[in-house]
């Protein structure tokens, strides 16, 4: 079965600071990968999606990037923080159990504090 | 744009009683609807899912049935417990339309409190 992986779970970060949060998943190859931000109280927004090594699609323009060195692995930085980055950030791979169905299924999520 | 709906929580509830969380989208194309549910701190999980109208997802007691002339996709359990409360979803994904892969595009989210 497929499994995905984020971490760290909680980070406490100051203002200026770099950032990366990892993702991984198990259990599939070539999977389409995403990163999400969910800020407080509010609903999901996509920020970068990859559907290969190397290929990444950005959804918002940010202080933010994202890079896919593995396969099954996703990666989200930050040269330096801003504290409206401050938010739960969702990492989720996508399955495809039918043509033109697509089902994505999420991580436990990083909280990220800018102080 | 493509967009989605929600009724705005929170929505209080007893336990067995009956729950509605309305959802409505716009979109063009053929997209399939899916209802997540996020418990305390925790990522989001998929509670059920139709991929074309007239279709019923169900999971765990919830239903939603997609209805293309009205453009909704509301959540139903005929009996809430406890440990429903969480926050819900509600999201489309472009599918066809979007040629590399299903982006989502979700609801503000429901808060629904179950209290015994």
């Known amino acids: 079965s497929q499994t995905i992986h984020q971490w760290p779970a909680t980070l406490v970060q100051p203002v200026g600071s770099p950032l990366s949060l990892e993702c991984t998943v198990e259990?599939?190859?070539?999977?389409?990968l995403y990163w999400y931000r969910q800020a407080a109280g509010r609903g999901l927004q996509l920020l970068f999606y990859?559907?290969?090594?190397?290929?990444i699609s950005s959804e918002v323009p940010q202080n933010l990037s994202a890079s896919r060195p593995q396969d099954r692995q996703f990666i989200l930085s930050s040269k330096k923080l801003l504290l409206s980055d401050s938010g739960f950030y969702l990492c989720?791979?996508?399955?495809?159990?039918?043509?033109?169905?697509?089902?994505?299924?999420f991580g436990p999520g990083t909280r990220l504090t800018v102080t | 744009g493509d967009s989605v709906t929600q009724m705005e929580g929170p929505v209080t509830l007893s336990e067995e009683a009956f729950l509605t969380i309305n959802c409505t989208y716009t979109?063009?194309?053929?997209?399939?609807l899916f209802w997540y549910v996020q418990y305390p701190g925790e990522g989001l999980q998929l509670l059920l899912k139709a991929t074309k109208a007239d279709d019923k997802g169900s999971n765990k007691g919830f239903e939603a049935t997609y209805r293309k002339e009205t453009t909704s996709f509301h959540l139903e359990k005929g009996s809430v417990q406890v440990s429903d409360s969480a926050v819900y979803f509600c999201?489309?994904?472009?599918?066809?339309?979007?040629?590399?892969?299903?982006?989502?595009?979700f609801g503000q989210g429901t808060e629904l409190s179950v209290k015994p």
């Open positions: 259990g599939t190859s070539n999977p389409n």
């Open positions: 990859s559907v290969g090594i190397g290929q």
């Open positions: 979109a063009t194309g053929y997209p399939s």
């Open positions: 989720a791979w996508e399955k495809r159990p039918g043509q033109g169905i697509y089902e994505q299924y």
């Open positions: 999201a489309l994904s472009g599918g066809a339309i979007y040629n590399q892969g299903g982006k989502l595009i």
